[in-house]
Structures are given as structure tokens and as C-alpha cells.
């Protein structure tokens, strides 16, 4: 038997579940199940890797989809691809090869 934990960043938001056969806990992580299964299993992210569960007033509750797009919408910008960045800098060249003749 094991104890089951989890983990939270600043805003509460749950970032970690695991279990003390593999993991010791830190002060600040919460103990959620005592003597439970060996493994902690409930599912944390979505299908774009975004935490699902927050403590709210010690418990966990789950994440609105407000949250969760307002969070997804805040998101920096993916990089370019490399094929993007062939096609600026070629364009980059030939502007410059244009401006020079």
C-alpha cells in the first residue's frame, strides 16, 4: 500500500499526482489518498497536454473550459517549421538581391 500525492504551481493548478512507492513527497505536496493502490492513476492533462484540476478550498476540482481556452489562447506562438523558415529566408535574398541591382 502506498500514499498517493499531489503536486500544485503557484496557481493552485494540479502538475503532478504520483505515489510514495516511487516518489517522495516534498512539504509542500498533498496528501490525497492514504493507503490506496501502489499506482496513482487519474488522467491530469487533456488531449493538449493541459492541466485538467486545481485545489480549490482543498479539494480538487476540475478546470472550466474557460480556463482551460483563455490559458490555450495566452500560449506563446508554436516556431516556425523549417520549411517556413526556407521561405523567409529565401524571400529575405531575393529582396535584398532586388534591392542591390
Known amino acids: 500500500?502506498?500514499?498517493?500525492?499531489?503536486?500544485?504551481?503557484?496557481?493552485?493548478?494540479?502538475?503532478?499526482?504520483?505515489?510514495d512507492a516511487f516518489v517522495q513527497p516534498l512539504e509542500t505536496d498533498i496528501l490525497?489518498?492514504?493507503?490506496?493502490?501502489?499506482?496513482?492513476?487519474p488522467v491530469l492533462t487533456n488531449e493538449r497536454g493541459q492541466f485538467l484540476y486545481h485545489r480549490m478550498y482543498g479539494q480538487r476540482a476540475e478546470r472550466t473550459q474557460e480556463e482551460l481556452?483563455?490559458?490555450w489562447a495566452a500560449r506563446p506562438p508554436d516556431p516556425p517549421s523549417m520549411e517556413e523558415r526556407q521561405?523567409?529566408?529565401e524571400q529575405a535574398i531575393l529582396a535584398i538581391m532586388e534591392a542591390l541591382s
Open 1 to 19: 500500500m502506498a500514499n498517493h500525492y499531489e503536486r500544485t504551481n503557484e496557481a493552485g493548478v494540479i502538475i503532478l499526482g504520483f505515489s
Open 32 to 41: 490525497v489518498a492514504e493507503d490506496a493502490e501502489r499506482h496513482y492513476n
Open 69 to 71: 481556452d483563455a490559458e
Open 87 to 89: 521561405i523567409a529566408a
